[in-house]
């Protein structure tokens, strides 16, 4: 499973800020969001996965339940155990075992920050909503909007796309349903929809995933593969 991205915005206020001059609110989000990073060495998740692939008037849909690992500072490890595709079990013989590393760039660290731009769209005492646009056109680098729960400086959603796609992806985006009552910040559903058209082949991808049971600073030695 890879990190994805969306981008969908409605603009309220025509003033763009940088987060240096910006706002009280995104700096408090973006310190807490960052101490919690440093907090958080290893941590273990179930997610359920849910993929849809339409190709022309084709349809496949793969259920998974698998298993992800978190390793500081930036690897990723998933796990599938059990696998249906279109309602029928598949049967593994060994986990699947997927690796990978995080290379997009976040919005609330140190780059991030001085790199992007943060335009308010909305404010409530309950929901603050920010459009964040990167200052330059590079690889890995991702546009959307930031809402932030304003009593806690907490992330509530994330809805991103990278700012360059390949030249066959007509749609790539992303969004990150954070939920509050962990002990850490957290993603509780993400949902991505991509759509590839090369050949006169138009491919649309959509993946659900909801996480449950996250486990903080464990011990992965015995957890795994070697």
Same mark, same amino acid.
């Given at each position: 499973?890879?990190?994805?991205?969306?981008?969908?915005?409605v603009?309220?206020?025509?003033?763009?800020?940088?987060?240096?001059?910006?706002?009280?609110?995104? *700096?408090?989000?973006?310190?807490?969001?960052?101490? %919690?990073?440093?907090?958080?060495?290893?941590y273990?998740?179930t997610?359920d996965?849910?993929?849809?692939? @339409? %190709?022309?008037k084709?349809?496949?849909v793969?259920q998974?339940? #698998?298993?992800? =690992?978190?390793?500081?500072?930036?690897?990723?490890?998933?796990?599938?155990?059990?696998?249906?595709?279109?309602?029928i079990?598949?049967?593994?013989?060994?986990? &699947?075992?997927?690796?990978?590393?995080k290379?997009?760039?976040d919005?609330l660290s140190? &780059?991030?920050l001085?790199?992007?731009?943060?335009?308010?769209?909305?404010?409530?005492?309950?929901?603050?909503?920010?459009?964040v646009?990167p200052?330059?056109?590079?690889?890995?680098?991702?546009?959307g909007?930031?809402?932030?729960?304003? #009593?806690?400086? @907490?992330?509530? *959603?994330? &809805?991103? %796309?990278p700012?360059? $796609?390949?030249? %066959?992806?007509?749609k =790539?985006?992303?969004?990150?349903?954070?939920?509050?009552?962990?002990?850490?910040?957290?993603?509780?559903?993400?949902?991505?929809?991509?759509?590839?058209?090369?050949?006169?082949?138009?491919?649309?991808?959509?993946?659900?995933v909801?996480f $449950?049971?996250?486990?903080?600073?464990?011990?992965?030695?015995?957890e795994?593969? $070697?």
């Open positions: 499973m890879k990190h994805w991205s969306i981008f969908c915005w603009i309220f206020f025509n003033t763009y800020l940088s987060a240096d001059d910006s706002y009280p609110l995104i *700096k408090r989000a973006a310190d807490l969001f960052q101490k %919690e990073k440093l907090e958080i060495k290893t273990k998740v997610q996965v849910t993929s849809t692939i @339409k %190709e022309n084709t349809t496949i793969e998974r339940i #698998q298993t992800g =690992y978190f390793k500081s500072p930036e690897e990723y490890i998933f796990i599938t155990k059990e696998l249906e595709l279109n309602g079990k598949q049967i593994l013989t060994k986990p &699947l075992v997927e690796r990978t590393t290379s997009e760039i919005w140190k &780059l991030g001085t790199s992007h731009s943060f335009q308010l769209l909305s404010s409530d005492n309950k929901l603050t909503k920010y459009l646009s200052l330059k056109i590079q690889a890995g680098y991702y546009r909007q930031i809402w932030i729960n304003p #009593q806690n400086a @907490k992330i509530v *959603k994330i &809805l991103k %796309e700012i360059i $796609k390949k030249r %066959e992806m007509m =790539y985006s992303l969004e990150l349903n954070f939920e509050m009552n962990y002990i850490y910040q957290m993603p509780s559903h993400t949902n991505l929809t991509a759509v590839y058209q090369k050949d006169n082949l138009y491919t649309e991808v959509k993946v659900d909801n $449950k049971d996250y486990q903080f600073n464990i011990d992965l030695t015995k795994l593969p $070697k």
